[in-house]
């Protein structure tokens, strides 16, 4: 049944991708330019795919539709990165020169624009208030997001609850709207849409809290380990490891976290500091209970191979390395 599984993605991984490289974004050749070298370099399609699956979960068969439809997901998520790079001044994204280092930071945020704008034309050339008012809403909550997180910089007194707050609208809207934007389409009752919507809520949850682990643990693509740290942004390994820390570790840590120019050195003994009072451990054991929820919500969807599949990525988000 996994190989099936497996199969079948990566099945519908490929469609994706063939769509992507269908379908022209713009008709402007440096539009283009700008948003292939990020749309192409390398991501998982976790949120197209998402859309897909919950909508062949609910019956829906209209393929073209439901391909395009998806597609504005990975815009709505490459757009964020572009303007991530610009306010993080990153110098790399997925292994490579990040876009503002190639055509500047103004070019980046314009084309990231762009992205946005696309994804809403698609989303309203479906005449479906429902799925405008989902799409529209989670726009705001990302930019939300964003906004919170900038304002959380060095904030060591950061609690769970607004980190949870944070990732909910940086990361988590997203993916929840698009299990539910699939719901949608498939014409899948109020109560389907709900529970997929909640499912891709608490997948997106564990989704986030695993990126920030990575950050510090690695990942097999070479991720930057301890951008995080030296950018001062809090996540749940330092949020948990401060909260149960000794008097000396936490001001160590706290006095690290805050230090510019931090050094390889500063981050290892950070990274020591978090270890030993369980932030990585913790920090895991909170994406699995966010896993387990999201399994929940899945009870009331018809038993399918892509409502297997919507199961499998869940263990996979647990499981991912990059």
């Not at 994204?93 to 990040?98: C, D, E, L, T, V």
């Not at 103004?106 to 990231?112: E, N």
């Not at 309203?124 to 529209?136: D, F, Q, V």
């Not at 934007?181 to 014409?187: C, D, E, F, K, N």
């Amino acid at each position: 049944m996994r190989e099936e599984i497996k199969r079948l993605i990566k099945e519908e991984l490929s469609q994706i991708e063939t769509w992507l490289q269908r379908l022209c974004i713009s008709q402007h050749p440096f539009i283009n330019q700008v948003s292939e070298y990020i749309l192409f370099s390398g991501g998982k399609r976790i949120r197209p795919l998402l859309c897909v699956l919950s909508a062949k979960a609910l019956g829906e068969d209209s393929k073209d539709q439901l391909y395009q439809t998806s597609l504005l997901f990975e815009y709505l998520h490459v757009a964020t990165l572009l303007h991530d790079d610009v306010v993080d001044s990153a110098e790399f994204r997925r292994g490579r020169k990040a876009a503002r280092n190639l055509w500047g930071n103004q070019a980046t945020i314009l084309v990231g624009d762009y992205l946005y704008a696309k994804a809403l034309k698609i989303a309203s050339s479906l005449k479906n208030p429902n799925i405008m008012e989902a799409i529209t809403e989670t726009t705001f909550l990302m930019s939300e997001g964003e906004i919170l997180q900038l304002l959380h910089l060095d904030d060591t007194y950061l609690s769970e609850a607004s980190y949870n707050e944070i990732i909910y609208r940086k990361t988590a809207a997203l993916i929840s709207c698009s299990c539910k934007v699939g719901a949608i389409l498939s014409g899948g009752s109020s109560s389907q849409v709900d529970s997929l919507g909640n499912y891709g809520l608490n997948l997106g949850m564990a989704f986030q809290i695993i990126d920030d682990l990575l950050d510090y643990l690695g990942s097999e693509t070479g991720k930057d380990r301890g951008k995080d740290f030296r950018e001062g942004k809090i996540t749940l390994p330092v949020i948990l490891a401060l909260d149960s820390a000794s008097e000396t570790d936490r001001e160590r840590l706290i006095t690290l976290l805050k230090k510019r120019d931090s050094s390889q050195e500063d981050f290892q003994i950070a990274f020591s500091i978090i270890e030993k009072n369980g932030g990585f451990q913790r920090s895991l054991q909170k994406a699995k209970d966010f896993t387990m929820q999201a399994k929940e919500f899945l009870k009331e969807i018809p038993d399918s191979l892509y409502k297997d599949s919507l199961f499998f990525i869940a263990d996979f988000i647990l499981e991912r390395k990059k």
